[in-house]
C-alpha cells in the first residue's frame, strides 16, 4: 500500500510540474499579446493562477514522500534515532491531521461549486469547481502520504537523514 501512495504522489509531482511549466507558457503568451502584439488579455490570468495553486497542492504530496519541506533539523540531528523517530512520527501525524481537515473542507467546498453551478467573475465564468477540485484531491494526497510516512519510519524503512538532504 505504501508503494501505491508513493506512486500517486509521484504521479502528482508531475502533473503539479507540468502545471507550473503551462503557466510559464501561458505567462510568455500573454506578455507577447500585451506588448508586441498590443492586444488584450482576458482568460490568461485567471488559468495562470488557477494553475500554480493547482500545481502547489498536488506537489505537497511529492516533496512529502521525498521529505522536502521545511524543518528545522537542529533538534532531530541531535537527538537519539529512537527520540528521532517519535518525533517524525509526532510530525507525520500532525501532518495527517491538517491534511485530513483540509481535505473535508476543501470537499465541502468543492461539492457546495458543483451544486451551486459556481463561476469565476470573469467573462468567461470559470466553473469554479475545477479550481477548488485541487484542494480534497491535493490535501487527500497529502494525508495518504503522510500515512505513508508514519508507516515506513514505523518498521525503520525511512530514508530521512541526518543532516537533511
Given at each position: ?23 510559464i ?8 499579446i ?11 490570468t ?24 521545511v ?34 473542507k ?56 541526518v543532516?537533511?538532504?
Open positions: 500500500m505504501v508503494s501505491f501512495i508513493e506512486r500517486l504522489s509521484i504521479i502528482a509531482g508531475v502533473i503539479a510540474s507540468l502545471l507550473v511549466a503551462i503557466a507558457i501561458i505567462v510568455c503568451q500573454m506578455v507577447f500585451r506588448y508586441v502584439l498590443v492586444g488584450s488579455t482576458a482568460w490568461q485567471e488559468v495562470v493562477t488557477f494553475s500554480l495553486v493547482a500545481a502547489t497542492l498536488l506537489g505537497s504530496a511529492w516533496v512529502m514522500k521525498e521529505r522536502g519541506h524543518a528545522v533539523g537542529l533538534v532531530t540531528e541531535y537527538s537519539a534515532p529512537n527520540v528521532r523517530r517519535i518525533m517524525l512520527i509526532m510530525a507525520d501525524l500532525v501532518t495527517f491531521l491538517f491534511a485530513a481537515i483540509m481535505f473535508w476543501g470537499l465541502e467546498v468543492t461539492l457546495e461549486a458543483w451544486h451551486g453551478d459556481w463561476t469565476s467573475d470573469s467573462i468567461y465564468e470559470f466553473p469554479m469547481w475545477i479550481p477548488y477540485s485541487a484542494m480534497p484531491i491535493g490535501f487527500g494526497l497529502l494525508a495518504l502520504q503522510s500515512l505513508a510516512c508514519m508507516t515506513k519510519v514505523w518498521h525503520n524503512r525511512d530514508t530521512v537523514q543532516g537533511g538532504h
